[in-house]
């Protein structure tokens, strides 16, 4: 290990010899990019020519990368081969390479070369755009992407900038969930309800980011209660209707419905026209969790899975998991952006301005949590700008008839059952021999470095998940996984 750096050495640097202030490193950002961005292309390229060569899941011990590095920040500017020379040694090995062909593993967070470079150009243009004031165009790209997405996904007009509603772009669906929560919580309470008497309702397969929204909120675990669901692992509405009758005939208030499109576990589906009747009864707020299902939309032979949107309050879908855009991009769309900013927004005198004064323009900090955020809006745009729609929509429809190229072979054979439907391009899969075969074959799978599957628990049962969904994936990754599953399956 390095000896920490002396309090007392001489520091900073002197100026050089007949510099102009500022002279210190990276004091002119324009010169140091066109310097070092070729090298820093160069490597993102390899990287990404190589990465379906790579053992998808990280080798390193713990402890590992950290060993590999110095203890203590380098006194003297570094160069950038430097940097790029630890990205080989250090930082790739010690990389779980979701940008694999073969990530077949929890749902994808795929990226794209536009994604990659939006990325860039939003760093550069650095702007934190809290109000309309403090980036006109990172707001109005927003609004105007956010209502291009709610057409794409054929969403209900309520969704749509031009009503009370409109979309704003989060960090996660985690974030998104929270706050329809929030604004779910403070109309309750704006109506009369105490917080103790708030009821949310989801089903057990939901995310798990439902409760922690509701924690965050302010609410209690014995305030949520986790619906049952058919053999489709969808939510049963007429027990959703029980639960909710029996807390209002117990003088609780139900506040909060939550529908997942595409649970994480196995793609359930829930019924969003009867579970949206329920919430709409009881005048519960009804928020759509699709975070990673919702791009399947994309297709026009796939909206049904959206049937009883209409009733929805807020909706969720994440660009970020499977429409190729890169952490961090979660589209929330609301009916009517009122309950939000009364649930979020705070105006001290230093953020007063004379846009916002005017009441014609959107501040989406009264959207969000934080106060601060990035021109987010850009990635997507040129995401969906760079792929088009029929691009966007043959990738999607592509990793489906993938899926459902794989689930076809996995039918036909006998060693394994598909005990849950497929919608989409999640499959779920066991051993007939049972659990014991069935985690043994993931072991193996992941063991050979060629790709990463992960699993789930339903009623006990252990399932490979297998989600088709990276961006470069195709028809030869699908085939190296169904050899290996083949090769490494015992018999039945
Ligand atoms: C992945 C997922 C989430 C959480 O998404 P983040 O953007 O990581 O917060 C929520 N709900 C569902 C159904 C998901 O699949």
């Not at 230093?350 to 989406?364: C, E, F, K, P």
């Not at 999607?396 to 989409?424: M, N, S």
Request: aromatic share 6%.
């Amino acid at each position: 290990m390095d000896a920490a750096p002396d309090p007392d050495a001489e520091s900073p640097p002197p100026r050089p010899p007949g510099a102009e202030p500022p002279w210190w490193p990276g004091a002119r950002p324009a010169d140091e990019l066109a310097d070092a961005a070729p090298a820093v292309v160069d490597w993102a390229v390899r990287y990404l020519e190589g990465v379906g060569e790579r053992p998808v899941l990280s080798e390193v011990a713990p402890g590992w990368v950290r060993d590999q590095l110095p203890a203590h920040a380098p006194e003297e500017p570094e160069a950038w081969d430097a940097i790029l020379s630890d990205l080989d040694r250090v930082v790739v090995p010690g990389t779980t390479h979701w940008q694999s062909p073969r990530w077949f593993g929890y749902f994808q967070a795929n990226s794209s070369a536009p994604a990659v470079l939006a990325e860039a150009i939003i760093a550069t243009l650095g702007t934190q755009g809290m109000l309309w004031q403090t980036g006109p165009a990172c707001t109005e790209v927003e609004t105007l992407i956010m209502d291009w997405l709610a057409e794409l996904l054929g969403l209900p007009d309520r969704f749509r900038s031009d009503g009370p509603g409109g979309g704003v772009i989060q960090d996660s669906a985690s974030s998104s969930t929270l706050v329809a929560t929030l604004a779910a919580r403070d109309r309750a309470r704006a109506a009369g309800a105490r917080l103790d008497d708030l009821v949310a309702y989801t089903s057990v397969d939901a995310h798990s980011s439902v409760e922690k929204g509701l924690r965050v909120a302010g609410l209690l675990a014995d305030q949520l209660r986790s619906v049952p669901v058919d053999g489709a692992r969808a939510m049963r509405p007429d027990a959703l209707a029980e639960a909710v009758a029996a807390d209002v005939a117990a003088g609780r208030t139900p506040f909060l419905v939550v529908a997942t499109v595409g649970t994480t576990s196995t793609h359930g589906l829930d019924p969003l026209g009867p579970v949206g009747d329920v919430a709409r009864a009881h005048g519960a707020w009804f928020h759509v969790d699709a975070a990673h299902a919702g791009a399947a939309a994309l297709l026009p032979e796939l909206r049904w899975i959206h049937d009883g949107l209409e009733a929805a309050d807020s909706y969720v879908m994440d660009p970020h998991k499977w429409l190729f855009t890169a952490m961090e991009c979660s589209a929330l769309f609301v009916a009517d952006a009122a309950p939000l900013a009364d649930a979020l927004s705070i105006t001290p005198e230093y953020l007063r301005n004379a846009a916002t004064g005017s009441g014609q323009v959107v501040d989406y900090r009264d959207w969000q949590v934080p106060l601060g955020r990035r021109f987010r809006a850009l990635k997507l745009w040129a995401v969906i700008r760079r792929f088009g729609a029929e691009g966007l929509r043959a990738a999607v429809r592509g990793h489906i008839a993938l899926a459902a190229d794989l689930e076809a072979r996995l039918a036909a054979d006998a060693r394994f059952v598909l005990p849950v439907p497929r919608p989409l391009n999640l499959v779920c899969f066991a051993h007939v021999a049972g659990d014991e075969a069935s985690e043994a074959l993931l072991g193996a799978l992941n063991a050979t470095g060629r790709v990463f599957c992960s699993h789930t628990r339903i009623d006990g049962r252990y399932l490979l998940r297998v989600s088709v969904g990276q961006t470069a994936t195709g028809p030869a990754d699908l085939d190296e996984l169904w050899a290996l599953v083949d090769r490494l399956a015992p018999p039945a």
